[in-house]
């Protein structure tokens, strides 16, 4: 077993995103990100089998996806994704996610 204490890895940057890599297997990964206020992670997509996991954990702002989709999230939120469908999100207050993608690439 493995225990992962997030408190650990809650910092946060004006100047960009914090990213955290918490687990790394053969069978999935975990990362954390933390993005301050008004920071966007880019929509994007990876060309890769399998599905991912953004949880918010802390925090409010935005799951992004292609063209103009913006579906609101808030501390407890998952959304969950095909890799190759493009994601992203927008924070507008200090926003905390965790992000798994199984299987890893």
């Known amino acids: 077993m493995k225990l992962l204490h997030l408190a650990d890895s809650r910092e946060f940057d004006p100047k960009k995103f914090k990213r955290f890599l918490l687990h790394d297997s053969p069978y999935f ?15 994007h997509s990876h060309p890769a089998d399998g599905q991912l996991s953004i949880h918010v954990i802390e925090g409010e702002g935005f799951f992004l996806g292609e063209g103009d989709t913006a579906l609101p999230a808030e501390t407890g939120d998952v959304l969950i994704s ?16 965790l992000v798994t993608i199984a299987p890893p690439f």
């Open 29 to 43: 990964r975990i990362l954390n990100f933390n993005l301050a206020a008004g920071q966007v992670f880019p929509v």
């Open 82 to 97: 095909d890799i190759n469908e493009p994601h992203g999100v927008k924070a507008e207050t200090d926003m905390r996610i």
